[in-house]
């Protein structure tokens, strides 16, 4: 099964939190080990895109793209020349209102994150939409919240639960499979990113309004098709791999020369936080939470609203993915504006390589033997890239 990652979100209680940033620098290569540097593409799509939510490669090499500020689901053939959508905008059974995450799913389906709608539908190759997972789920405790970050191959999704108004600096990462009838299943707990908090109002009109640290430091994750959780940790840039049975590898620490935090730098996170960043409202109405979500399209938020650390993290804790040969790519944190390099990882958590990619370009998803870049332009729009994949 291939699965293509889409962009990880980051939530808010009436409130906008931020997603990850773009720019990514990786350090000298370890005694021995050769920095690889993509070149050109091997195919790449001659429209763009307005904001891609996720990529998925069917067996067959077709590509499944859905845009989620145009608001449609495209099929693009193997080569990359032709594109068809599928189905329509709309609130009905076999519509959707704002496409995002795509994940493989058994039978070589696809798993659509459907924002607009609060549901989550598997799409086979052929199209057809089946059945549907609702986002927002009503449970004894109050509102759950659930976006998938990764699928398995066994169509277990992986998310960090959300939607109980509380403010933690961790979370489990869980494991539930909806067929199974279940609870959801604690797998690991990760550092979450700093934010700060304020309240408003009075006793029946009360407003939280949370917001991020940005560039602070937060554990990075993804998940192998075996269901293994791979985990970057943020305290000594390490992996630490969580098998299915519970047993943890871990691998070495990764020294890394800290990157100042400079205006440049605070421009970059601000303007991808307006890009690319999801609003997600939580309300409470006499006892009834009510949820609502969307992605992109925000206003640029001035710099001077936050609080800001003096150097950047060692990674984007979004950018974590597993390819299908079970491999772990993180991204490197750099200056605003210098090439992204990312660190390759095995089986048991050791760096193996580091691969340079092009200027503003981001790795979001794997194929057969290649790499699904996106590459952004003066104007915002994004352009799909295929890439061989190194031999590594």
């Not at 704002?98 to 994940?103: H, I, V, Y």
Request: charged share 25%.
């Amino acid at each position: 099964m291939k699965q293509c990652g889409n962009e990880r979100s980051a939530a808010a209680v009436t409130a906008t939190l931020a997603v990850g940033v773009l720019a990514l620098f990786g350090p000298p290569a370890a005694a021995g080990q050769e920095v690889i540097s993509l070149e050109g593409p091997s195919s790449a799509y001659a429209e763009p895109f307005s904001l891609i939510g996720g990529i998925r490669e069917l067996d067959d090499g077709r590509l499944f793209v859905s845009d989620a500020l145009e608001e449609k689901l495209y099929a693009l053939d193997p080569e990359l020349k032709t594109v068809e959508t599928i189905s329509q905008n709309g609130q009905g059974p076999d519509e959707y209102r704002q496409p995002d995450g795509l994940f493989g799913w058994p039978g070589d389906s696809t798993l659509m994150v459907d924002l607009g709608n609060g549901r989550m539908t598997v799409i086979g190759s052929d199209h057809g939409f089946g059945r549907t997972v609702p986002i927002v789920q009503q449970e004894d405790m109050g509102l759950q919240i659930i976006i998938p970050e990764a699928v398995d191959g066994r169509g277990y999704l992986y998310y960090q639960p959300r939607g109980d108004g509380m403010i933690r600096d961790s979370a489990d990462i869980v494991r539930w499979q909806p067929d199974a009838g279940g609870d959801p299943e604690p797998v690991v707990r990760v550092k979450l990113a700093d934010v700060t908090e304020s309240t408003s109002g009075g006793a029946n009109d009360m407003r939280q309004e949370v917001r991020p640290v940005p560039l602070s430091p937060e554990d990075g994750w993804s998940v192998g098709p075996d269901g293994a959780v791979a985990v970057v940790r943020s305290g000594d840039y390490h992996v630490d791999w969580v098998r299915r049975d519970g047993s943890v590898v871990s691998g070495s620490p990764v020294a890394y020369e800290p990157v100042s935090v400079k205006e440049a730098d605070k421009e970059a996170w601000a303007e991808e936080l307006a890009a690319n960043g999801m609003m997600m409202m939580v309300t409470n109405d006499n006892g009834v939470m009510n949820a609502s979500m969307r992605r992109g399209g925000g206003r640029t938020p001035g710099v001077d609203r936050f609080e800001w650390p003096e150097v950047k993290p060692p990674f984007d804790p979004g950018s974590v993915r597993v390819d299908p040969a079970g491999y772990v790519w993180v991204e490197r944190h750099v200056p605003a504006g210098d090439s992204p390099v990312l660190d390759v990882f095995d089986g048991n958590g050791e760096r193996v390589a580091s691969v340079t990619i092009p200027v503003r370009s981001s790795l979001r998803g794997f194929g057969d033997g290649t790499l699904y870049l996106t590459r952004w332009d003066d104007l915002g729009f994004q352009w799909l890239e295929r890439y061989e994949r190194p031999s590594i």
